[in-house]
């Protein structure tokens, strides 16, 4: 479940609709910083985590305005989190 669907809730929210809205009004860079930094917000639990994935926001934005598609940075995140989900099965159970 976490390695579909909450990457898929998070692209179509910050990449479809955010960085949409965001592009039209204030340009492609602000957009993109600007959905890196909410990225943030809703993932770093950890203050010392922030940098990570705020380049990993600012990534998944970057992806979305180069192919001009949400496809991109969805099959991305979804890729990172079932990665993330496999190291902590395997370190836990092994």
Do not use: D, W
Request: charged share 10%.
């Amino acid at each position: 479940m976490i390695v579909i669907f909450a990457p898929l809730f998070e692209e179509v929210f910050l990449r479809g609709a955010l960085q949409e809205t965001l592009t039209r009004r204030y340009g492609k860079n602000v957009a993109i910083l600007l959905g890196a930094c909410i990225f943030v917000l809703i993932h770093a639990l950890l203050i010392v985590l922030a940098p990570a994935y705020f380049l990993f926001g600012f990534f998944l934005g970057f992806l979305y305005y180069r192919y001009q598609s949400i496809y991109a940075p969805l099959l991305f995140h979804v890729f990172i989190n079932l990665v993330n989900v496999l190291t902590v099965f395997f370190v836990t159970v092994l």
